[in-house]
């Protein structure tokens, strides 16, 4: 799911969208099947070919698990620290979570990534670490911690879900997210070297209305 840019403050944004802190870095699917796990980033390309305590990630013992295991993951994969930041689950043992809501996939992603030892310290069978991005509901605490709260991994920005949202792949506006320099060092247009290029872009939209 690509998030929209919030240029508007949703309504109910208090009782019906959550926010995390996004982590930076390298934004990929993991999927788990077969006795491995593969990351893919967003066109495609492999980063990490690896075993993982993911439901059939890894072979143990002479098995791999059943083909029905399967599970799919929308992660950030943090550089320095080498961890798998979960922001969403999409399949999980074979089961789709597409259609189900956000609150139930952020519900099922906390109960059971722990229950595998995913979130265990790499291991022989499982080579980097998976971590559960922490979500608030986005009354005044909530914000503040995920605006404000110390992290370990660099922050890129705030994302907000619908909580009623089904998973959707490309962009929508059921996910958006929020930079400025506080919480972004990415606030700026940069080349391939992260250089600031001089000139910004900025995309308007003529609405209806005649406002862009």
Not at 96 to 107: A, D, I, N, Q
Not at 144 to 158: E, I, N, Q
Request: net charge negative; aromatic share 14%.
């Amino acid at each position: 799911m690509l998030p929209e840019w919030m240029i508007d403050v949703p309504e109910n944004l208090s009782r019906d969208w959550y926010v995390l802190a996004r982590p930076a870095e390298k934004i990929c699917f993991v999927v788990s099947a077969d006795g491995t796990t593969v990351s893919r980033l967003r066109k495609g390309s492999v980063l990490h070919h690896f075993p993982s305590a993911l439901p059939g990630g890894a072979r143990k013992k002479g098995v791999s698990g059943t083909a029905q295991s399967y599970s799919i993951l929308d992660c950030i994969f943090h550089e320095l620290d080498q961890t798998y930041y979960v922001i969403d689950m999409v399949c999980w043992r074979g089961y789709s979570l597409y259609e189900c809501t956000e609150e139930f996939r952020f519900f099922w992603l906390q109960s059971k990534l722990d229950e595998t030892g995913a979130c265990d310290p790499p291991s022989f069978y499982h080579r980097f670490k998976f971590s559960v991005v922490s979500f608030y509901n986005c009354d005044q605490g909530g914000l503040h911690s995920a605006y404000t709260g110390s992290l370990p991994y660099v922050k890129d920005g705030l994302l907000f879900y619908n909580k009623h949202a089904h998973y959707h792949t490309g962009n929508t506006p059921l996910v958006l997210i929020w930079k400025d320099e506080r919480c972004s060092q990415y606030v700026t247009d940069t080349d391939n070297n992260g250089h600031v290029l001089n000139q910004q872009h900025i995309v308007l939209e003529l609405q209806d209305d005649g406002k862009l």
